[in-house]
């Protein structure tokens, strides 16, 4: 009986080529976007997860009520606190600070090697999951000289030489510091928020000496572990007495100023992030990864798939006028409904276990490029994870059962008279297929308006004006083989008779995201005139406005003619707005110990990126403030030329130099790749969306007009033109869509409208938009449709009316 099954299921699956490979492909198609879409969520949804006390670890973070309502977070911490912490706190297992040592450069036998050393204390992995291959777990970080490298760090450097015991120097602060080399980490995994090449001792931070008495000065993160007893909001309030002891200070201050206080009357509080949310969590220096987006990929997967599935359901439906007498028969001839219901479902499941191996070698073949496509770094462990092999048995069930077991159940209960005749009553108001279809015009509609609207946004984030000119400067990471302001003079001298430049500045903060990926931020708290001004902080140098062609509104800029400028300051507009009063200028700001005067007001520019709106700024020049970039401004007549040449210079001066130059077009770009990612994932996925809804619509338009071939006959000897006709079958398809788009324009507008609220500059949905996402999807539904329909128009009545 089975073998009798399998060779009908194969002999009709071969007879109907058309619809065989159409459901196929779109499965295959649909299987392999699914598979590849998941594998970027599931990578996003895995991180830190792979920590054995994840449930008790957090993050900690101060949340500050100052005035007018408005709330800051701050993950950063001062040196003391983490003792006093532990010390005051007893449900806490395991405290750490996590201080960025930077980019230091590691010596070893006369060879330097640039890598990320985290300064923490000893509880760090005991806390955390980076298991060691060397050295002992507990006691690798007992040693204030030790050092634990990762087992990349560790072959680079030793290569297959023993490291546990060798001594390797650090550069800290212009000299060198040995450290011998207790532990040899696994690497750290790709999914960890947490990354580092090395592991120092906290009393090795940089400041820790004159740091560790003062908690006016925040330097470094603290990642919490509490008891399994002891939940996060406990641990929360718990808290509270600890904030009011140490940071009385502050909490005055924000009374005094008219902070507004949360529902507990808290002005200041500690509060925790799980570790397994720090991905995602924007407070975190180590997060920022919206959790919408790998949700997002997984919606538009199940679209696909879904879209997939309905065009299986009505092709197999459609398929029923054809198998009738079939059908008929067999009933006649004894075969129970079960019976049949085996024979259609076992071609539902030949084609979609085909398709679903298909699908795994397209989405196999297509991975080096998907990778490359939406920069990507998926860990080869997800594919081993029973939480994804579930995932994907469960897609393919489901789709097995809905898609294929609902058509051969409807096709199994037909009446048994009705069927010998050949003649069948099956959705003949094609109710259910219509349905289906707008549903898929409706997902199909949904991402053709998303993919409009994230293209705008992205490109309004591109063009819009920085206040700063970003297309002739050039962005050079200094980086840590050369001091900044050394780097910088010497490359003033080298580039001064070069036509092609115009003038070279440094500051301690790059615009936007350079070749070295790095972003940072600088802030300080103090008081003025009896209240609290936060600013962030930048350590320019001279030319530095000239360099950026920013507008200065009051007094002057920085001068090699004054000899104290050092002791003023540059602010932006927002800054003169939070001193307040008629005219900042020449108002004298204390930063104990500094004392500096305003000497100029420049005009507010996005020295953030456009998620975030302008915030006070000030700029001052300071040598002994280590500088991090050099900013070079060129001609425009011949940019590749000047940049040869400063390329030149700069590896004359510092040929151990490793980021590379970009303009600083590139790098405000690059600020905005999650959005540009996003972008490119809604283009693919509207156009597979599309593709597979396209090949349904062909599929069931063949079918219509087979069903319909003698009514367009008559309709042809009664005097019908070509036109009548297929006017008369594309309308209903084309009313469909236009039905679908209907549904789709608000619920894309509300999604959207939602995901800009994450830009506080952005673009205004537009309802061209949605009129452009109707005439798109219009003309290819009439596109599609209009093959097979005038082909049948232009047959000749008679053969019509001979049809069956």
Not at 496 to 518: E, F, K, Q
Not at 532 to 551: A, F, G, H, P
Request: charged letters at 20%.
């Amino acid at each position: 009986m089975f073998k009798n099954y399998c060779k009908i299921a194969i002999r009709n699956l071969w007879k109907h080529k058309t619809f065989t490979v159409t459901n196929i492909v779109g499965l295959a198609v649909a299987f392999g976007a699914t598979l590849l879409l998941s594998l970027t969520a599931f990578h996003e949804l895995s991180f830190d997860q792979f920590h054995e006390q994840k449930n008790a670890l957090h993050q900690l973070y101060r949340e500050i009520h100052r005035p007018q309502g408005k709330t800051d977070n701050n993950t950063s911490f001062p040196i003391p606190f983490t003792p006093a912490l532990k010390a005051e706190i007893p449900d806490l297992v395991h405290a750490t600070r996590f201080g960025d040592y930077g980019n230091s450069i590691l010596r070893y036998k006369d060879h330097e090697f640039q890598y990320d050393i985290e300064a923490v204390d000893p509880d760090f992995l005991e806390m955390f999951s980076f298991p060691l291959e060397q050295g002992d777990q507990k006691r690798a970080l007992s040693d204030l000289a030790g050092i634990v490298l990762t087992q990349k760090a560790k072959n680079n450097i030793f290569g297959q030489e023993e490291a546990i015991g060798h001594t390797v120097e650090i550069k800290t602060d212009s000299a060198w510091r040995p450290f011998i080399v207790t532990g040899v980490a696994k690497d750290v995994p790709e999914n960890s928020s947490l990354t580092f090449s090395g592991l120092v001792r906290f009393e090795n931070f940089p400041g820790y000496q004159s740091g560790k008495g003062t908690w006016d000065n925040n330097t470094h993160e603290v990642y919490v572990q509490v008891s399994p007893k002891t939940t996060l909001a406990s641990f929360e309030q718990k808290l509270k007495a600890f904030t009011h002891k140490y940071y009385a200070e502050e909490i005055k201050k924000l009374q005094r100023d008219g902070g507004l206080p949360d529902k507990e009357g808290e002005y200041l509080r500690m509060k925790g992030i799980p570790v397994t949310e720090v991905h995602f969590n924007p407070i975190s220096s180590s997060g920022g990864v919206n959790k919408f987006y790998p949700y997002l990929l997984l919606l538009i997967a199940a679209f696909i798939l879904f879209i997939a599935s309905i065009n299986f359901v009505n092709l197999s439906l459609g398929r029923a006028f054809t198998r009738a007498r079939e059908i008929g028969m067999r009933k006649v001839l004894g075969a129970r409904r079960r019976q049949i219901l085996s024979q259609f479902w076992g071609e539902a499941l030949v084609i979609c276990g085909t398709s679903l191996i298909l699908g795994i070698l397209l989405a196999y073949t297509l991975l080096p490029g998907y990778k490359t496509l939406f920069n990507q770094v998926l860990s080869p462990a997800i594919l081993r994870s029973p939480w994804f092999i579930g995932s994907v048995l469960s897609g393919f069930a489901a789709v097995s059962l809905l898609a294929g077991g609902y058509p051969a159940w409807v096709l199994s209960a037909l009446n048994t008279s009705q069927t010998v005749k050949g003649k069948i009553t099956i959705s003949k108001n094609h109710r259910l297929r219509n349905g289906l279809m707008v549903i898929q015009f409706v997902l199909s509609g949904l991402l053709i308006i998303c993919t409009s609207i994230v293209w705008q946004q992205l490109n309004y984030m591109r063009t819009a004006p920085l206040g700063y000119n970003k297309q002739q400067v050039l962005s050079i990471p200094i980086g840590a083989h050369i001091d900044g302001q050394k780097a910088l003079d010497l490359m003033r001298s080298r580039l001064a008779t070069l036509p092609g430049v115009i003038s070279v500045t440094g500051a301690d903060i790059n615009m936007g995201r350079g070749r070295d990926n790095s972003s940072s931020n600088s802030a300080i708290t103090f008081d003025y005139k009896g209240r609290q001004v936060v600013t962030n902080l930048l350590r320019i140098d001279y030319d530095y406005i000239k360099t950026l062609d920013l507008q200065l509104v009051k007094g002057r800029d920085f001068s090699r003619d004054y000899s104290l400028d050092s002791g003023v300051v540059l602010i932006n507009e927002k800054m003169a707005a939070a001193l307040g009063g008629k005219d900042p200028l020449n108002a004298v700001l204390d930063w104990d110990p500094m004392k500096l005067r305003v000497a100029g007001i420049v005009k507010d520019f996005h020295f953030k990126s456009l998620r975030q709106e302008i915030a006070p700024l000030s700029m001052l020049i300071r040598r002994e403030w280590p500088l991090a970039y050099i900013f070079v401004k060129v001609s425009p007549a011949n940019l590749p030329g000047s940049l040869s040449a400063v390329e030149s210079a700069w590896k004359s001066i510092n040929p151990k130099a490793e980021s590379e130059i970009s303009f600083l077009d590139e790098n405000t770009d690059k600020q905005y790749q999650k959005e540009a990612r996003l972008s490119r994932i809604f283009v693919s996925g509207a156009i597979l969306a599309i593709l597979i809804s396209c090949m349904g619509l062909f599929a069931i338009v063949v079918l219509v007009m087979g069903q319909r071939t003698k009514e367009i006959g008559i309709r042809k000897v009664l005097g019908a033109s070509v036109s009548n006709i297929f006017t008369l079958v594309a309308r209903e398809f084309l009313q469909l869509v236009l039905v679908a788009l209907i549904i789709a324009s608000p619920i894309a507008w509300w999604a959207m409208n939602n995901w800009l609220q994450d830009f506080a500059y952005r673009i205004h949905i537009s309802i061209w938009v949605f009129l452009f996402a109707a005439a798109i999807a219009l003309l290819i539904a009439l596109f599609t449709v209009s093959f097979q329909a005038l082909k049948t128009a232009w047959l000749n009545p008679v053969d019509n009316l001979k049809s069956e």
